[in-house]
């Protein structure tokens, strides 16, 4: 089997990705005598981790021993959401008629779908390229990096010593001790995306984040969708209205959702596969095309020579490090999801700025005192920043939540989207914000306004006073803003402001 299979056909736009992030003919550079910062894996933390040292001056060498631009660009993000632009533009076309135009089939050619897929990887591919880092500055090396001490590693047989190194190796799809999973064969985000056919029936294992993202994405491009969760409801993390609205939508569309469900075996059948499920306590079975695994992520740990450095990890939680990014080697720092609890682009982005500050400059940025937000990119998309309420009340602190239904905003309304809602918990007594979430069309760009202003101590009653064009989904979150101001005029306030105005007649 090719080495880059999983990818899919070897089209002209996996040939642009390969000649992009992993070029067959590039020759590691001659290292230096000795690096200021050396850094391994090379998806989102590793890279800005690497260009920003560069820019700064610094000698850096970065390490990959797969493709660059990591998860994000090769098996996720980048990939995830372009499907998902195919799948809601079919779901638009079938429901046209809420907007008084005739619906049409929106039946998917699901290879072509899969080849746009491939075309924007391919045409993104190039931000992430071997030559473009060359260009910056930075001494790229392709193959397994192996600690051998701590403040050298090998790659290809070369030794690179550093002053700094930062392990940016990311995490790898979890594989569920399922019986007969392997021998029946499933997909992971790794893998669903090299897909050429449409699977008629698939299995959806998790009912998280990425689990709904592809399961409404390939139930709206065709497939019969089963999403097998555990737990009471699907994306048990989230705020359960919001999992609600999410479900309704689920059942609406077609998709069969089954919790607290656990498959217990899965057996090979001349039909496709067979999944033996236990639902409550009792057996029932399910026959599917296509299993398709999403049940969490654990970091790349392995085969890193971490002992040798003096790396302390864990196989699950991944390399240890303090609110600075440092691991227990003071020379080794550790950012994205190799290290992190939230494994997302964004918060790899982030902390690799934390790296190259507190490794290069002696910084005391900490990673726990970052503001970060969250989406799930499903229609309606979920948003989240801050703490949910009943985080909130297990830190102490007494909420005051203020709700506002996207069937009360002209815009939803307008845009036949008014299934949401903008929901912002702030300290009891006060309008500081500790967290929101939101749900709706936009979800994921509407969260930066209650992000920024979490971040710069801006309260809920200014975000009421803040001029939102009308209309606009925005607006509701001035209205969340109105909701709290209202609150203000107590019954005292009202009799003094009242006999105010008497005396001013």
Same mark, same amino acid.
């Given at each position: 089997?090719?080495?880059?299979?999983?990818?899919?056909?070897?089209?002209?736009h996996?040939r642009?990705?390969?000649?992009?992030?992993?070029?067959?003919?590039? @020759?590691n550079?001659?290292?230096?005598?000795?690096?200021?910062?050396?850094?391994?894996?090379?998806?989102?933390?590793?890279?800005?981790?690497?260009?920003?040292? #560069?820019?700064?001056?610094?000698?850096v060498?970065?390490?990959?021993?797969y493709?660059?631009?990591g998860?994000?660009?090769?098996?996720?993000?980048?990939?995830?959401?372009?499907?998902?632009?195919s799948?809601?533009?079919?779901?638009?076309?079938?429901?046209?008629?809420?907007y008084?135009?005739?619906?049409?089939p929106?039946? #998917?050619?699901?290879?072509?779908?899969?080849?746009?897929?491939r075309?924007v990887?391919?045409?993104?591919?190039?931000?992430?390229?071997?030559?473009?880092?060359?260009?910056?500055g930075?001494d790229v090396?392709?193959?397994?990096?192996r600690?051998?001490?701590?403040d050298?590693?090998?790659?290809?047989g070369? @030794?690179?010593?550093?002053a700094?190194?930062?392990?940016?190796?990311?995490?790898?799809?979890?594989k569920?001790?399922i019986?007969?999973?392997?021998?029946?064969?499933?997909?992971?985000?790794?893998?669903?995306?090299?897909?050429?056919?449409?699977?008629?029936r698939?299995?959806?294992l998790?009912?998280?984040?990425?689990?709904?993202?592809l399961?409404?994405?390939?139930?709206?491009?065709?497939?019969?969708v089963?999403?097998?969760?555990?737990?009471?409801?699907?994306?048990?993390?989230?705020?359960?209205?919001?999992?609600?609205?999410?479900a309704?939508?689920?059942?609406n569309?077609g998709?069969?959702?089954?919790t607290?469900?656990?498959?217990?075996?899965?057996?090979?059948?001349?039909?496709?596969?067979?999944?033996v499920?236990?639902?409550g306590?009792?057996a029932? @079975?399910?026959?599917v095309?296509?299993?398709?695994?999403?049940?969490?992520?654990?970091?790349?740990?392995?085969?890193?020579g971490?002992?040798?450095?003096g790396?302390?990890?864990?196989?699950?939680?991944?390399?240890?490090v303090?609110?600075?990014?440092r691991t227990?080697?003071?020379?080794?720092?550790a950012?994205g999801?190799?290290?992190?609890k939230?494994?997302? @682009?964004?918060?790899?982005d982030?902390?690799?700025?934390?790296v190259?500050?507190?490794?290069?400059?002696?910084?005391?940025?900490?990673?726990?005192?970052?503001?970060v937000?969250?989406?799930?990119?499903t229609?309606?998309?979920?948003?989240?920043v801050?703490l949910?309420?009943?985080?909130?009340?297990?830190?102490?602190?007494?909420v005051?939540?203020?709700?506002?239904?996207?069937?009360?905003?002209d815009?939803?309304?307008?845009?036949?989207?008014?299934?949401?809602?903008?929901?912002?918990h702030?300290k009891?007594?006060?309008?500081?914000?500790?967290? #929101?979430t939101?749900?709706?069309?936009?979800?994921?760009e509407?969260?930066n306004?209650?992000?920024?202003?979490?971040k710069?101590g801006?309260?809920?009653?200014?975000?009421g006073?803040?001029?939102?064009?009308?209309?606009?989904?925005?607006?509701?979150?001035?209205?969340?803003?109105?909701?709290?101001s209202?609150?203000?005029?107590?019954?005292?306030?009202?009799?003094?402001?009242?006999?105010l105005?008497?005396?001013?007649r």
């Open positions: 089997m090719s080495e880059w299979q999983e990818l899919g056909p070897m089209d002209e996996n642009t990705l390969l000649a992009n992030t992993h070029p067959a003919d590039w @020759t550079p001659t290292p230096a005598e000795s690096y200021n910062l050396v850094v391994v894996g090379a998806g989102t933390a590793g890279l800005v981790v690497a260009s920003g040292a #560069a820019q700064v001056g610094a000698r060498a970065l390490v990959e021993r493709l660059l631009g998860d994000c660009l090769n098996v996720g993000c980048v990939p995830s959401k372009t499907l998902i632009a799948s809601r533009l079919a779901a638009e076309m079938r429901r046209a008629d809420r008084g135009i005739e619906p049409a929106g039946e #998917a050619d699901f290879p072509a779908v899969m080849e746009r897929v075309r990887r391919g045409q993104i591919s190039h931000h992430d390229a071997a030559e473009r880092l060359r260009n910056m930075v090396f392709l193959g397994q990096a600690f051998t001490g701590p050298a590693l090998e790659v290809a070369q @030794t690179l010593r550093f700094r190194a930062c392990i940016a190796t990311g995490a790898r799809a979890v569920p001790p019986e007969g999973l392997v021998e029946a064969g499933f997909l992971t985000n790794e893998t669903v995306f090299g897909l050429t056919g449409r699977p008629s698939l299995a959806v998790g009912g998280g984040p990425l689990g709904c993202e399961a409404q994405a390939f139930a709206r491009l065709g497939s019969h089963t999403i097998i969760e555990r737990n009471e409801h699907i994306l048990k993390k989230e705020d359960a209205d919001a999992a609600e609205i999410l309704r939508v689920f059942h569309e998709l069969e959702v089954l607290q469900a656990q498959a217990k075996r899965v057996e090979r059948t001349e039909a496709g596969k067979r999944i499920l236990e639902i306590g009792e029932r @079975t399910i026959e095309d296509e299993i398709l695994v999403g049940a969490g992520r654990a970091p790349n740990v392995q085969d890193l971490l002992e040798a450095a790396v302390a990890y864990d196989e699950k939680k991944g390399v240890q303090d609110d600075r990014l227990s080697n003071p020379r080794v720092y950012a999801d190799v290290c992190l939230y494994k997302f @682009t964004h918060m790899a982030a902390t690799a700025r934390l190259v500050r507190n490794a290069l400059f002696w910084g005391r940025s900490k990673h726990t005192a970052l503001t937000p969250w989406c799930t990119y229609d309606p998309e979920i948003a989240h801050g949910y309420a009943h985080q909130a009340r297990e830190r102490g602190l007494a005051d939540t203020y709700t506002v239904r996207l069937a009360d905003n815009r939803a309304m307008t845009e036949g989207d008014p299934a949401g809602f903008v929901k912002v702030v009891q007594g006060t309008d500081r914000i500790l967290g #929101a939101i749900v709706g069309p936009h979800a994921s509407l969260i306004e209650v992000a920024v202003a979490m710069g801006v309260g809920l009653g200014t975000l006073s803040v001029i939102h064009p009308y209309p606009t989904l925005a607006e509701a979150i001035k209205s969340a803003g109105d909701q709290y209202r609150t203000r005029l107590t019954p005292r306030v009202k009799h003094i402001m009242g006999r105005m008497a005396w001013r």
